[in-house]
């Protein structure tokens, strides 16, 4: 698997349980998240992928990371879940793309970061783009729902940080939540209504 050639490309949406705005976004990361561990939920829709001879476009896949205070010094929680709508070769191609097998950033994140690698699960997973509004559903793992937080320039957009290295992407809109929730891979967390952080942008990755 890790000789085939792959490319995936989409849309990006995360929710942590960092405060508005989660400091390890501008301090590459080097900053104190402003909770014990950092949470970070993030869901991906492919719009465009093949991994060798198979289609993956339309697809969706979600990572699960807990790090400790400061997410650059590594010993992370790592988990996968894939839509279980995905066929046989597509879950085989995707589960080792996600769970860092086969190259890319998910890779460079496995080799790198990783002290705890829960796994890879397949379920259902609801994917809502609605303007500003993001929100993900997977039924007995997680679920959040943010909102991009616009600018009074009346443009409609959001604000924007740039220049970021975000594995996703390294312009980011910036996004507080309405709701982050997981009660999967061993963690529990149930925020509602704090306005923590969230970002969205397209993403497109290869190996």
């Given at each position: 698997m890790a000789e085939r050639r792959?490319?995936?490309?989409?849309?990006?949406?995360?929710?942590?349980?960092?405060?508005?705005?989660?400091?390890c976004i501008y301090t590459n990361p080097q900053g104190e998240a402003t909770e014990e561990h950092?949470?970070?939920?993030?869901?991906?829709?492919?719009?465009?992928?093949?991994?060798?001879?198979?289609?993956?476009?339309g697809q969706i896949f979600a990572l699960v990371i807990r790090s400790g205070r400061v997410m650059a010094d590594g010993g992370w929680v790592f988990?996968?879940?894939?839509?279980?709508?995905?066929d046989e070769d597509q879950r085989t191609a995707l589960a080792a793309i996600v769970a860092g097998e086969a190259g890319g950033i998910p890779g460079m994140i496995r080799d790198n970061l990783v002290s705890d690698f829960r796994g890879v699960q397949y379920k259902p997973i609801e994917f809502v783009k609605d303007g500003l509004k993001r929100a993900v559903n997977i039924p007995d793992v997680l679920s959040y729902e943010i909102e991009g937080v616009a600018s009074r320039n009346g443009s409609g957009e959001p604000f924007y940080l740039d220049n970021t290295a975000h594995p996703a992407n390294s312009r980011l809109a910036l996004a507080r939540?309405?709701?982050?929730?997981?009660?999967?891979?061993?963690l529990d967390l149930d925020m509602v209504g704090q306005g923590n952080n969230g970002h969205f942008a397209p993403f497109s990755w290869s190996a």
């Open positions: 792959w490319q995936i490309s989409g849309e990006y949406m995360e929710s942590c349980n960092c405060e508005y705005l989660c400091p950092c949470t970070a939920l993030m869901a991906f829709r492919i719009d465009q992928g093949q991994c060798g001879d198979v289609d993956l476009a988990a996968n879940v894939v839509d279980e709508g995905a939540s309405k709701h982050t929730r997981i009660n999967g891979f061993g």
